[in-house]
């Protein structure tokens, strides 16, 4: 029994793991728009992780180890791909010759079609065939409808359930069940708040706001300064007053020529008033020659709400 119930963690563990992942992805999926496909070759997670083991033949007494807890992980894991869009097509590796002596309650069979189902994707068996499955998953990629309608704009971060349904006979409809509202900034993780970060400083578009624009100005350093970069803004107040009200950050990015991040820096500051017709800030790094991007990054920590600025900097060899 201590050994199964060892098993048992360590199977846990995995599964926790696998559901944090991909629960993190799917957030991050959210901010990629239109519908992504994810072809996903696995056994999948035996459902006895969540349910409950069946009792070893030398045991007179059951022996489950529930885990409802992680059961209601892996539900909002699915409901997380759900609302990105993120369509499953799952190709069961689990071998049919392991099958026929194994319980149902320990393959990963019903997770996995549960993955389909919740995203419109399809559950596709016997790994062997999977050039057939493979082409199967090529024809329902290639052609589907996209269908849409108004929903209201609330911040509460409540989960809807949707179903689609064909008056006409014959039709198998493959849908995602259900998306989240928008919730409130000051309910995000530390994950949610990086990838809303990330969409704000990159994003012509951010997803969920559309941020102040500003400019700003790459400038001489001053003598005796260490920085050979130097960056100025100046906004007026009235334009950004919203993103400065309380406590707010402060987000210097630098890209290289590559698109790959060379340094960014971070500060936080309380604005209890402010005066004067116009708000000025700056800041300077220390570069290697070369031709670089600028982002400068102001979001309010308490709403989220942000104001973005861009600028092209060379600095000569």
Known sequence: LEVIKRQREESKLQAYNFIRKMTELAKALRYVPGNKSLIYFSSGVPYSVFTGIPPPNNLSRPVQFESAHLLSRYEDMLKELS???????ALDTFQ??????SDPATRGTYTLQQMTSATGGKYFGNISKYEKHIEKIQDLTGCYYV??????????????????????????IHAQKGYFNPKPFSEYNDVERMLHLVDLALSEEPLFQTPVRFPVKV????AGSKGNLC???????????????????????IFDDKENIVTLSRNEKRTYAL???LFTFGAAFSLSPGKYQCRL????????????????????N
């Open 83 to 89: 609302s990105a869009n993120c369509t499953i097509y």
């Open 96 to 101: 049919l010759s392991s099958a026929l002596d």
């Open 147 to 172: 269908v849409g309608y108004y929903v209201d704009d609330n911040w509460d971060g409540a989960y809807h359930k949707i179903k689609v349904e064909a008056t006409r006979l014959g039709l198998n």
């Open 219 to 222: 400038v001489p350093c001053p």
């Open 231 to 253: 960056l100025a803004a100046e906004i007026a107040v009235e334009k950004i007053r919203e993103v400065l009200a309380g406590k707010s950050e402060f987000v210097a990015v």
């Open 275 to 277: 005066t004067g017709e």
């Open 297 to 316: 990054v102001i979001r309010n920590l308490e709403t989220g709400r942000g104001a973005v600025a861009s600028a092209t900097a060379v600095i000569p």
